[in-house]
Nanobody, 118 residues
Framework: QVRLVESGGGLVQAGGSLRLSCSAS????????MAWYRQTPGKQRELVAS???????NYADSVRGRSTISRDNAKNTVYLQMNSLKAEDTGVYYC????????????WGQGTQVTVSS
């Protein structure tokens, strides 16, 4: 059974930083692409950042230059370092995984709340 568990969310002031972590189990972590999505009230869940199984990152325009996604295959963990946080970064952040050659993400975590106060 695949399980993704996020941690690291919380309340932070604008301009601050947070590091989100997502620990995976029940899956061969090194062969899956990983991603972070964000959900805010009234909006569709949006992709924030992703990293392929070979470590190539991709970022949404809204976070590019302020965030870094990374993965540690030895620890089955993906991270999202977010700096210079803005109020619009507020939302529930979900970790997701997809197997090789798939378009959609198959597995999702339960989410972690990030609140940025202005």
């Amino acid at each position: 059974q695949v399980r993704l568990v996020e941690s690291g969310g919380g309340l932070v002031q604008a301009g601050g930083s947070l590091r989100l972590s997502c620990s995976a189990s029940g899956i061969i972590f090194s062969i899956v692409d990983m991603a972070w999505y964000r959900q805010t009230p009234g909006k569709q869940r949006e992709l924030v950042a992703s990293v392929t199984r070979d470590g190539s990152p991709n970022y949404a325009d809204s976070v590019r230059g302020r965030s870094t996604i990374s993965r540690d295959n030895a620890k089955n963990t993906v991270y999202l370092q977010m700096n210079s946080l803005k109020a619009e970064d507020t939302g529930v952040y979900y970790c997701a995984a997809r197997k090789a050659f798939k378009t959609l993400y198959d597995y999702w975590g339960q989410g972690t709340q990030v609140t940025v106060s202005s």
